[in-house]
């Protein structure tokens, strides 16, 4: 088979090179230049772990390629992924212009039958839109091709997205006729051989799925987020009531790790946009209302807590950050919680030097010059007042206490992720806060 990829974003890259290692012809096309210039000579425009190999890999083998050309990647392709952005508007709802632009874009080049695929997480209806986008360019060219439109939503977590694509948990796909059907499911054939389950289902329930399935988890982390704000009022562990409830069944231990507010290009988006479409067809999402509600306010959680543990005198004192991603083996800074953070921080006067393995180049995009960046962890804590672990990278799990204390002024953490035990952190002479779990330390400890 062929496939064409329009998008070389996080899901374009990792679908293309995904369907390039099972052999498949793919080639992903982009508009810019730079972008796809830069893939060719394998740099990528994201991190994501064994992506990088992959591409090399399947570029050398001849079965991925890069183009800007949208006419030369669609020609002969069975099968067509729109896999491009749709970043929310003002009013939270999908901006749909760039999907709707590339759909017209294959109408006005495609020369063969072809199964045309919204990738992207896009609301209930986008296939109709697009499929009239299509009709339309194909009339304005007097030429007769038949196609058909199908839905086929991703669920890739960032950090894993290769293994979720090669070992998927399942596959949905939402078609109209029995002749898309049968071509997507080739399509998979190869990732089906060790029992993954393949779904086929009605277009505007595919759609739905993907939005169903992020708010189901984005609900997920904020009530268990809000269970530990309740859990220090009271006294309770948050850390022993998860253990508690995540070992029912109907409930599991998946997504209630009490922490400082989920982020990310998929579940702030599409709670936003569910909420939105709801209200565009005269229901209100109450529940996923104060999912958004609590996430907001959770990030700024570890901010209170510093406030608090220094008497709201912040002004000149130094602030280092572990972690800027808003979560580990990624670079992806779209709605991380360090933002709100730092820029807390830095508007009460601090001084901020924050450490990340992967992400401080698109940290700088929205931070910039404001705070400093160091080479590693121990460089970022050197004469700080307090350190605040914001991002759980496995290389923070088990530091060198006696040298963090070493080189800080201040001996207090806060901990956003909790990925310490708070009994433990005792014994190191550190003032500990961290989520879920009342703290006997309140004074500032300083040397």
């Known amino acids: 088979m062929k496939i064409a990829v329009v998008g070389t974003g996080y899901v374009g890259l990792v679908t293309g090179t995904c369907f390039a290692e099972v052999g498949i012809d793919v080639t992903c096309i982009d508009i810019d230049e730079r972008k796809i210039s830069n893939l060719k000579q394998g740099i990528l425009p994201i991190y994501e772990p064994g992506l990088e190999e992959m591409v090399l890999r399947n570029v050398e083998k001849g079965r991925l390629h890069f183009s800007t050309s949208l006419a030369e990647g ?121 029992g993954h389950p393949i779904i086929f289902m009605d277009i505007p329930s595919a759609e739905m799925t993907k939005y169903a399935a992020n708010a189901m988890l984005a609900t997920k982390i904020s009530f268990m987020n809000d269970v530990a704000n309740l859990c220090e009022i009271m006294g309770a562990d948050v850390n022993m009531v998860r253990r508690g409830i995540g070992s029912d069944a109907r409930i599991g231990t998946k997504f209630i790790y009490p922490g400082i507010g989920y982020g990310g290009s998929c579940f702030p988006k599409d709670v936003k946009a569910l909420i939105k479409t709801a209200s565009e067809n005269g229901y209100e999402m ?7 509600s609590v996430n907001e306010d959770q990030k700024s959680v570890l901010f209170n807590k510093v406030d608090r543990h220094f008497g709201g005198e912040l002004r000149g004192k130094k602030m280092a950050i572990w972690g800027l991603s808003f979560k580990p083996k990624t670079d992806d800074m779209r709605e991380a919680p360090s933002l709100v953070i730092i820029e807390k ?74 990925i310490y035990d708070a009994q433990e952190m ?22």
């Not at 007769?144 to 948990?169: C, H, R, W, Y």
């Not at 005792?426 to 040397?447: D, L, Q």
């Open 286 to 292: 109450q529940v996923l209302k104060a999912v958004e």
């Open 74 to 194: 669609i020609k002969d392709a069975d099968v067509a992924f729109i896999a491009v952005g749709t970043p929310p508007g003002e009013d939270g709802s999908a901006d749909l212009k760039y999907v709707l632009a590339v759909a017209r874009g294959i109408g006005e080049h495609m020369n063969s039958y072809g199964v045309i695929v919204t990738k992207s997480t896009v609301p209930v209806g986008t296939a109709a839109k697009v499929q009239r986008e299509l009709t339309m360019a194909l009339e304005k060219r007097g030429v007769d091709i038949e196609f058909d439109v199908a839905s086929n939503p991703e669920f890739l977590k960032e950090g894993a997205a290769i293994d979720d694509f090669l070992k998927p948990d399942r596959i949905v796909v939402g078609v109209a006729s029995e002749r898309a059907e049968e071509v997507m499911r080739k399509l998979y054939k190869p990732f089906l051989l060790n």
């Open 426 to 447: 005792e014994k190191t002479g550190f003032a500990y806060h961290c989520i879920g779990i009342r703290t006997t330390h309140h004074e500032p400890a300083t040397k």
């Open 345 to 418: 921080l830095l508007a009460v006067g601090c001084e901020v030097v924050a450490y990340d393995p992967v992400a401080v180049h698109e940290a700088k995009k929205d931070l910039g010059d404001r705070i400093t960046y160091a080479a590693d962890p121990y460089e970022a804590v050197e004469g700080a007042d307090a350190l605040l672990v914001v991002t759980e990278w496995p290389e923070f799990r088990s530091p060198n206490f006696d040298d963090i204390a070493a080189r800080m002024k201040g001996r207090v953490i806060f901990d956003g992720r909790n």
